[in-house]
């Protein structure tokens, strides 16, 4: 969208000044398939336990309520003495589309399974597999853990002993890229978990922050203060080819990528408020991305299907946002900082409060059903999500 | 009906004139910092989607001091957190702003840099209050060192011996929720690095 003519200059001005502030609840935009904002009932019955658990647990989180048979609109059924049987079946027409048995690994992974069985079965993507990676907070230093997105198996991946923020994980790759302050001042690092490798990707004089790496995990964007200034830069996954994109006096953070790689978004301030903007990778001129209702965005992070950027507005306390990718109205989702798209473009995880630190949080967002994910000790935060 | 239209248009213009640059209250004891863009619009004025904000002028056009490379490893140094801890900087909320409350800290750290017994290498640290996000506060703690360090420059000091840290939020040093604790916890910390 351009603005080359006086009139929708003024036209645009007029529009921004007139939209009315929405308070928390209002709904303008919300996204999901064929714009449903209600759960879908199913019935679930025969399972037990842990697998029980973890059906509800994924159902819960990608959109769903569970009924009695009645009112559902899918009925679940099986067992899980040993291993994990199970059957999907619409209610209305009587077919059943999922009847699988499951075995190996554990009854939880036979759990998460046979959801996505039946998430694939209607048309959509499931999450069982899909992992996130967090930072743990102890005291004045953190370390760097994955687990799977129910936060179910984590593992440190780091043991320095130094502070460490916002891990991101390759795309494609069993690697992430994070900052840690090591050396003494915050470098960025890339770091292999299949090799245990790990190498600096921008270790400059001054601050190295927020990497992001593109959709096609070639390469990197980050926030550097080696000019003298801070701001936007892109380089080659090594840290190679390094590029700075923006040249503002304002303090460029949070980059994240389009799912095209063609467009980094990033949070910075325009006139002394914070606003979103968005840049070509290549380079370019900066355009703001409208988060009307809402203040002090920050951290965005753009849906893989290229619909949506989830952010953190800041209103007296932290809230996750949404808006539509090209900017708009935003709707407060609920209260917590930090989200980030999981790869079927309606779950974020983010951060919450609670007494004093922070917990792991998943949230639907076409329902805003949430679910705390298991916790390790500590604060954690500064999800990532391997899509 | 030409005349009117015509003076509608020399309104909005003046309108837009005004907002560009005339309603901008300057501040007292606002360190200017170089870089800023032109074709702004004014303080509060909603820039429209998709309008180009700040087009890329290339690299090093900012008038920036590029920081030293030869400050890159902070472990390669001793720490001296005291010598200069009476100088601590503080900051207004969301601002890198040097006010004019702090510039005698920031003008008496520069005198002691050129003095025979300051001739050693400085660290200036940005903290943030518990208020903004996290990788927003780090991004801001480091442009609040980054402004700390124009100023020291500007006063005289050497800029190939001062190097920057941002810590964000990460290492605050009064933890109630008060607007006091949070009015301490923004500041600029001075570190003296000699070589080990």
């Given at each position: 969208?351009?603005?080359?003519q006086?009139?929708?200059?003024?036209?645009?001005?007029?529009?921004?000044?007139?939209?009315?502030?929405?308070?928390?609840?209002?709904?303008?935009?919300?996204?999901?398939e064929?714009?449903?904002?209600?759960?879908?009932?199913?019935?679930?019955?025969?399972?037990?336990?842990?697998a029980?658990?973890?059906?509800?647990?994924?159902?819960?989180?990608?959109?769903?309520?569970?009924?009695?048979?009645?009112?559902?609109q899918?009925?679940?059924?099986?067992?899980?003495?040993?291993?994990?049987?199970?059957?999907?079946?619409?209610?209305?027409?009587?077919?059943?589309?999922?009847?699988?048995s499951?075995?190996?690994?554990?009854?939880?992974?036979?759990?998460?399974?046979?959801?996505?069985?039946?998430?694939?079965?209607?048309?959509?993507?499931?999450?069982?597999?899909?992992?996130?990676?967090?930072?743990?907070?102890?005291?004045?230093?953190?370390?760097?853990?994955?687990?799977?997105?129910?936060?179910?198996?984590?593992?440190?991946?780091?043991?320095?002993?130094?502070?460490?923020?916002?891990?991101?994980?390759?795309?494609?790759?069993?690697?992430?890229?994070?900052?840690s302050?090591?050396?003494?001042?915050?470098?960025v690092?890339?770091?292999?978990?299949?090799?245990?490798?790990?190498?600096?990707?921008?270790?400059?004089?001054?601050?190295?922050?927020?990497?992001?790496?593109?959709p096609?995990?070639?390469?990197?964007?980050?926030?550097?203060?080696?000019?003298g200034?801070?701001d936007?830069?892109?380089?080659?996954?090594?840290?190679?080819?390094?590029?700075?994109?923006?040249?503002?006096?304002?303090?460029?953070?949070?980059?994240?990528?389009?799912?095209?790689?063609?467009?980094?978004?990033?949070?910075?301030?325009?006139?002394d408020?914070?606003?979103?903007?968005?840049?070509?990778?290549?380079?370019?001129?900066?355009?703001?991305?409208?988060?009307?209702?809402?203040?002090?965005?920050?951290?965005?992070?753009?849906?893989?299907?290229?619909?949506?950027?989830?952010?953190t507005?800041q209103?007296?306390?932290?809230?996750?946002?949404?808006?539509?990718?090209?900017?708009?109205?935003?709707?407060?989702?609920?209260?917590?900082?930090?989200?980030?798209?999981?790869?079927?473009?309606?779950?974020?995880?983010?951060?919450?409060?609670?007494?004093?630190?922070?917990?792991?949080?998943?949230?639907?967002?076409?329902?805003?059903?949430?679910k705390?994910?298991?916790?390790?000790?500590?604060?954690?935060?500064q999800?990532?999500?391997?899509? | 009906?030409?005349?009117?239209?015509?003076?509608?248009?020399?309104?909005?213009?003046?309108?837009?004139?005004?907002?560009?640059?005339?309603?901008?209250?300057?501040?007292?004891?606002?360190?200017?910092?170089?870089?800023?863009?032109?074709?702004?619009?004014?303080?509060?004025?909603?820039?429209?989607?998709?309008?180009?904000?700040?087009?890329?002028?290339?690299?090093?056009?900012?008038?920036?001091?590029?920081?030293?490379?030869?400050?890159?490893?902070?472990?390669?140094?001793?720490?001296?957190?005291?010598?200069?801890a009476?100088?601590?900087?503080?900051?207004?909320?969301?601002?890198?702003?040097?006010?004019?409350?702090?510039?005698?800290?920031?003008?008496?750290?520069?005198?002691?840099?050129?003095?025979?017994?300051?001739?050693?290498?400085?660290?200036?640290?940005?903290?943030?209050?518990?208020?903004?996000?996290?990788?927003?506060?780090?991004?801001?703690g480091?442009?609040?060192?980054l402004?700390?360090?124009?100023?020291?420059?500007?006063?005289?000091?050497?800029?190939?011996?001062?190097?920057?840290?941002?810590?964000?939020?990460?290492?605050?040093?009064?933890?109630?929720?008060?607007?006091?604790a949070?009015?301490?916890?923004?500041?600029?910390?001075?570190?003296?690095?000699?070589?080990?």
């Amino acid at each position: 969208m351009k603005f080359n003519q006086p009139f929708s200059f003024l036209t645009a001005i007029a529009i921004a000044i007139a939209f009315p502030r929405i308070t928390k609840g209002d709904v303008i935009y919300v996204p999901g398939e064929a714009g449903s904002t209600q759960p879908i009932p199913v019935s679930l019955s025969g399972f037990t336990g842990e697998a029980a658990s973890v059906i509800q647990f994924d159902l819960t989180v990608q959109g769903f309520k569970f009924t009695g048979p009645d009112e559902a609109q899918f009925l679940l059924s099986g067992s899980n003495n040993g291993n994990l049987v199970g059957r999907a079946s619409d209610r209305i027409n009587k077919s059943t589309f999922v009847n699988k048995s499951y075995t190996g690994a554990s009854l939880r992974r036979q759990a998460h399974a046979f959801v996505d069985d039946f998430l694939a079965a209607i048309g959509r993507k499931g999450l069982g597999g899909t992992k996130i990676a967090f930072k743990a907070d102890k005291g004045k230093s953190g370390e760097i853990h994955i687990a799977d997105f129910d936060g179910f198996g984590a593992q440190a991946i780091t043991s320095d002993g130094a502070i460490v923020a916002a891990p991101a994980w390759v795309p494609g790759r069993m690697a992430l890229l994070y900052t840690s302050y090591l050396k003494g001042n915050p470098d960025v690092f890339s770091h292999d978990l299949s090799s245990g490798q790990r190498r600096a990707v921008a270790n400059y004089p001054g601050s190295n922050m927020s990497p992001a790496p593109s959709p096609n995990g070639g390469k990197v964007a980050m926030v550097l203060s080696k000019s003298g200034s801070v701001d936007l830069y892109v380089a080659d996954m090594d840290g190679g080819n390094l590029k700075r994109l923006t040249t503002s006096r304002e303090d460029e953070s949070a980059p994240c990528w389009s799912p095209d790689g063609q467009w980094i978004c990033f949070a910075t301030k325009i006139n002394d408020r914070r606003a979103l903007c968005k840049i070509p990778a290549a380079g370019g001129a900066v355009q703001r991305i409208s988060t009307a209702g809402v203040s002090n965005p920050s951290e965005p992070d753009w849906s893989p299907d290229n619909k949506w950027i989830v952010f953190t507005a800041q209103m007296g306390g932290f809230e996750v946002c949404v808006v539509p990718a090209s900017g708009g109205t935003a709707t407060v989702l609920v209260s917590g900082e930090d989200p980030t798209w999981g790869p079927n473009s309606r779950t974020v995880v983010y951060a919450r409060r609670e007494s004093g630190r922070r917990v792991l949080s998943l949230l639907d967002v076409p329902t805003k059903q949430t679910k705390d994910v298991s916790r390790i000790s500590g604060s954690n935060s500064q999800p990532s999500w391997a899509r | 009906m030409k005349a009117s239209r015509l003076t509608y248009l020399v309104v909005i213009a003046l309108a837009l004139t005004f907002a560009a640059t005339g309603c901008r209250k300057k501040p007292t004891g606002v360190t200017k910092l170089p870089g800023q863009r032109p074709g702004q619009v004014g303080d509060g004025q909603p820039v429209p989607p998709g309008q180009p904000v700040n087009p890329n002028e290339g690299v090093n056009s900012t008038g920036f001091t590029p920081l030293p490379e030869n400050l890159t490893d902070l472990s390669l140094f001793n720490h001296d957190r005291e010598a200069l801890a009476a100088q601590m900087v503080q900051f207004a909320y969301d601002s890198a702003a040097i006010r004019s409350s702090e510039r005698p800290k920031v003008d008496a750290v520069a005198a002691h840099m050129k003095s025979a017994a300051g001739n050693v290498a400085l660290l200036v640290e940005g903290h943030c209050d518990e208020r903004g996000t996290e990788e927003y506060n780090r991004a801001l703690g480091e442009r609040r060192a980054l402004a700390v360090r124009e100023a020291l420059i500007a006063s005289g000091a050497d800029g190939a011996r001062i190097t920057t840290r941002s810590f964000g939020k990460d290492r605050k040093i009064d933890l109630a929720d008060t607007d006091a604790a949070h009015a301490r916890n923004r500041r600029g910390e001075f570190v003296v690095l000699t070589p080990k």
